[in-house]
């Protein structure tokens, strides 16, 4: 995306009675680029569109904080208190990087074949 200021500069080139060759050349831009900027300069360009949080049904203060008073309720549990579905908190959970409890996953042991006591 081109600055405002570029665009404008661009376009007053232009209007000096540089060539459409110039202009290419110069600020590398094509013809209908140069007719899209000249409608904006006239129409005082438009401000840039700033980004915008999107709104969740889910607020990542309120998750965060159901997990932190009671880490072991189930995703149903959470899912209840937003009003939502399981995955959409297994989701947000997973985009707030907040993981499952680890548990230490059951090992056998390394037996003996004569140990009779299995």
Not at 32 to 55: A, I, M
Request: glycine residues 2%; contains cysteine.
């Amino acid at each position: 995306m081109y600055s405002i200021d570029y665009r404008k500069r661009a376009v007053e080139y232009k209007q000096e009675g540089h060539t459409f060759k110039e202009l290419k050349e110069t600020f590398l831009i094509s013809s209908e680029t140069y007719y899209r900027w000249v409608q904006e300069y006239e129409n005082g360009f438009p401000k840039p569109k700033t980004p915008r949080e999107r709104s969740r049904k889910i607020d990542k203060q309120r998750l965060r904080q159901a997990v932190e008073e009671k880490p072991d309720a189930y995703l149903s549990e959470l899912a209840e208190l937003f009003d939502c579905t399981f995955q959409a908190v297994a989701k947000m959970l997973k985009t707030m990087k907040i993981t499952l409890k680890k548990r230490p996953s059951p090992t056998q042991k390394n037996l003996n074949p004569n140990d009779k006591n299995i």
